[in-house]
């Protein structure tokens, strides 16, 4: 069955400070991946996403993931957090080749970003 | 463009009572899917729709819950009776096609507590 590790459940940052988010899935054959994003009081929207091509793909508001096929990894980065990426980050993969198969999801990264 | 939609937005309930969920896809997204998030843990498939057909329902506790989707359009999640366990939120997502190439859409969320 596919699964998704999220390694860190809570993450306390500075301001300006670099963040990187682990994510390793479970899974055998090609994938499409996500990053979703949880801001307080808000919906589940979508950071990021990869599917094929260049393995680094830059998302909204200065995101950015790698997907390591041999590491079975896609983390996610930012250079300098701000006080407002305060949020859930939820990684979440879906078999390449069966459509409409729903998001499996970690269990997410709480980051907590102080001023 | 409108988001996708769900009322109520909170819902307390004693155990053994029903309780209801309705969700409004974003306009033209032929994919809904019902998902629940018990806290702590990232959202979970329940069923999935393209159109008015369920065409994943392996996770939906079907001896108490059940939804549908008349017409292809809006969807209801039941669940009857409630238990002390199924307090959750209950997220509804759509997506414009079945591909699994497209991202999918997440409403507010249902947050249900089951007294």
């Known amino acids: 069955a596919q699964s998704v590790s999220q390694h860190n459940h809570h993450v306390i940052l500075s301001e300006a400070a670099s963040l990187e988010l682990g994510c390793n899935y479970s899974y055998g054959g090609t994938v499409n991946l996500f990053w979703y994003v949880q801001y307080p009081g808000q919906h589940l929207q979508l950071l990021l996403k990869?599917?094929?091509?260049?393995?680094l793909v830059k998302g909204i508001k200065g995101f950015e993931a790698e997907f390591i096929k041999s590491k079975f990894s896609f983390n996610l980065r930012k250079p300098s957090v701000q006080w407002s990426d305060t949020a859930e980050y939820f990684c979440?993969?879906?078999?390449?080749?069966?459509?409409?198969?729903?998001?499996?999801f970690g269990k997410g990264t709480t980051l907590s970003v102080s001023s | 463009e409108a988001g996708v939609v769900q009322s109520p937005r909170y819902k307390i309930i004693e155990k053994k009572q029903p309780v209801a969920f309705w969700c409004n896809p974003i306009s033209g997204h032929n994919t809904l899917y019902w998902y629940r998030q018990n806290l702590g843990q990232g959202p979970e498939l329940l069923i999935r729709y393209e159109n008015e057909e369920a065409v994943d329902d392996s996770q939906l506790p079907k001896d108490r819950f059940s939804a549908e989707r008349l017409k292809g359009v809006d969807s209801t999640l039941k669940i009857q009776p409630a238990e002390l366990g199924d307090s959750a939120v209950y997220l509804c997502?759509?997506?414009?096609?079945?591909?699994?190439?497209?991202?999918?859409?997440f409403g507010p969320g249902t947050r249900l507590t089951v007294l």
């Open positions: 997502a759509s997506s414009p096609d079945p591909g699994g190439y497209s991202e999918q859409f």
């Open positions: 979440a993969v879906t078999p390449a080749n069966q459509a409409g198969t729903a998001l499996i």
């Open positions: 990869y599917f094929s091509g260049d393995p």
